[in-house]
């Protein structure tokens, strides 16, 4: 019974989420309150708080759901691509569906936005599952005699930290898409050629 | 007459900005209104909307008076350092003056931080006199033999991306000082390796 209770609680958090993420896509995130949510839902605002604390607890669960399905479409490294190629093609795809996913849904980059700056345990998840991408990319590279790098972890970080200008929300959500796809290329190139360098300590 | 009438307008303008700038950081952006800041200069809010149409009007005046300063002190590149010194110390000045800045006056930064994603006609002045520096460095580089580039004014928006992740304002905002002077150090050694391989085409 027990048992029965908790996942009845656990379907209702979710009902919550879901209806959440489409009134906040209808009425945007500042123009919707917990009433309006719970009215929606058929349920009282007391029933709403029981599961979520206020509207930012919302906002910090729907963040949450998201970068947890983004997580989930992040793809291993195409090891069938020359080694030159294989980073311009990952990024550049990562970007793209970020961008589809503002495209569709721009609110729930709001959110994503709004909450980017707390401390979030799957924001953090996200960037080391990201950095691990790099880190094989790198080190494949290195095998094949194509990259030249001594510290794999440290050279991983800094290509994550050198396409922030063009993967984090911030930028995604405020620059044009041509101006990301361009931006894009050209770091891709300069990247490579950082790792390239056979000059490297 | 209608000169010393503009002049004093001009005066008046910039005692509404500072004070609003006082009365931000004493109550935070949020917490202040108009009336506030009227209050505090002793005028009716009406003459204070006269000279800026909203809160968000004179959030973008102060935003820009700030970015005109930090313009100013954008220093030229230090030729007496060895080539390869120039950039980490170019980039490590700017990021601490920007830290510096944060620290001094965090509402300051919020009104930066929410203006920046606007286009600011000073926000693209200020990239483009930053993005002349690292052409400068980068051309000095390349005529000591010690950079290997083809397209120069490529290479500095590359540059430029790259250290946006430890010198625009959302990541100085977000994380912290030791944080940032660890990934400033990486990534300019990165860039540096870039900008060395002498296979670059």
């Known amino acids: 019974m027990a048992r029965r209770a908790r996942r009845k609680a656990e379907e209702t958090r979710q009902d919550v989420l879901d209806m959440a993420e489409s009134v906040f896509r209808e009425n945007g995130f500042s123009g919707t309150t917990i009433a309006d949510i ?52 990952f990024v550049r795809r990562l970007m793209e569906s970020h961008l589809r996913s ?34 094989d990319m790198v080190r494949l590279g290195a095998d094949e005699g194509v990259y030249f790098c001594e510290d794999v972890e440290k050279t991983a970080r800094c290509i994550s930290a050198c396409f922030a200008c063009v993967l984090h929300p911030v930028f995604l959500a405020r620059y044009k898409a041509d101006e990301l796809r361009t931006r894009c290329d050209e770091v891709i190139e300069f990247v490579n050629r950082s790792l390239t360098n056979p000059l490297a300590r």
Chains 1, 2 share one sequence.
């Open 38 to 89: 719970a009215s929606a839902l058929d349920m009282s605002p007391a029933n709403v708080f029981k599961h979520f604390r206020s509207k930012t607890a919302l906002a910090e669960a729907i963040a949450e759901r998201h970068v947890e399905t983004l997580v989930g479409t992040l793809e291993g490294i195409d090891t069938s691509l020359p080694t030159l190629e294989r980073l311009g093609h």
């Open 102 to 135: 503002l495209r569709q849904s721009p609110c729930l980059f709001e959110i994503v936005l709004m909450t980017s700056g707390n401390e979030m345990a799957c924001g953090r998840r996200y960037k080391e599952l990201l950095e691990s991408r790099f880190v």
